[in-house]
């Protein structure tokens, strides 16, 4: 019998990582999103089109982990397995580089003045960047769970 590693892909730690995010996905998502404006910068942009993929993948992952747990019955393919964890390691970095550029972009724009950013749109940029963080938190820890599982299958 294997080592069930909390966190990994299958368990109820997992199913609570995917749910965080995802909530933290839609959220930089919703946040950004509110306003039209952020198209005329390209941080943005990559922002909202990044936790555009990310929200389905961790979705449908953590339909995967609810059968998993409710059912009782862990995915332990390694191949399958690899698929997610060069999936997440994917999604991980392009949240983070989504995150730092938004995080640096909307810190120019509080630097320059109200006149380019009102504080309102900053702040909300602001909140964007930060669930984008939340968000490559939680995957890179899912990510890191799912590659210590990987040399026991």
């Known amino acids: 019998m294997m080592e069930q590693v909390p966190g990994a892909l299958g368990t109820s730690a997992s199913l609570a990582l995917r749910l965080g995010q995802t909530v933290f996905a839609s959220a930089s998502l919703l946040f950004m999103c509110l306003d039209v404006e952020f198209y005329s910068y390209t941080s943005f942009s990559y922002l ?4 555009g993929l990310v929200t389905p993948w961790s979705v449908s992952l953590a339909l995967v982990d609810a059968y998993s747990v409710f059912i009782k019955c862990l995915p332990r393919q390694p191949r399958v397995l690899l698929i997610v964890i060069v999936v997440d390691w994917a999604f991980s ?3 983070l580089a989504a995150a730092c550029s938004t995080a640096s972009v909307t810190s120019l724009l509080v630097n320059v003045g109200t006149s380019v950013c009102p504080s309102k749109l900053c702040s909300r940029y602001q909140l964007s960047a930060a669930m984008a963080f939340l968000s490559w938190f939680l995957s890179f820890a899912s990510t890191l769970f799912n590659l210590w599982l990987l040399p026991s299958l």
């Open 48 to 51: 909202v089109t990044v936790m």
């Open 93 to 95: 970095f392009l949240s």
